[in-house]
């Protein structure tokens, strides 16, 4: 079974940075798109960031020029790097992949179980 498991994730003041990390394990899978996702309190689920097995990356208009997204492939895994943070960046952060899987046709996805980040003014 393929799993995520991020870390990263704490308390900053507003200016500073931090870095998420997402670690995917399991057998039999090739990741493709992989991403980061949040959820502020009372909000929907938003994406913040993607990145294609190919390196190429999108990011939601509010992160740009502040947020990097990065994976490294040989370790199976993705990376945040999160600048001049704003209180408005608080929330839960999740990591998504979509794999393929030597075991089953189809394309896969999984969610990892998201980490905190809360950014005081």
């Known amino acids: 079974q393929v799993q995520l498991v991020e870390s990263g994730g704490g308390l900053v003041q507003a200016g500073g940075s931090l870095r998420l990390s997402c670690a995917a394990s399991?057998?039999?899978?090739?990741?493709?798109?992989m991403g980061w996702y949040r959820q502020a309190p009372g909000k929907q689920r938003e994406l913040v960031a993607t990145?294609?097995?190919?390196?190429?990356?999108n990011y939601a208009d509010s992160v740009k020029g502040r947020f990097t997204i990065s994976r490294d492939n040989a370790k199976n895994t993705l990376y945040l790097q999160m600048n001049s943070l704003k209180p408005e960046d608080t929330a839960v952060y999740y990591c998504n992949m979509k794999y393929t899987s030597s075991a089953s046709w189809g394309l896969f996805e999984v969610w990892g179980q998201g980490t905190l980040v809360t950014v005081s003014s």
């Open positions: 990145i294609r097995s190919g390196s190429s990356t």
């Open positions: 399991g057998s039999n899978f090739i990741a493709n798109a």
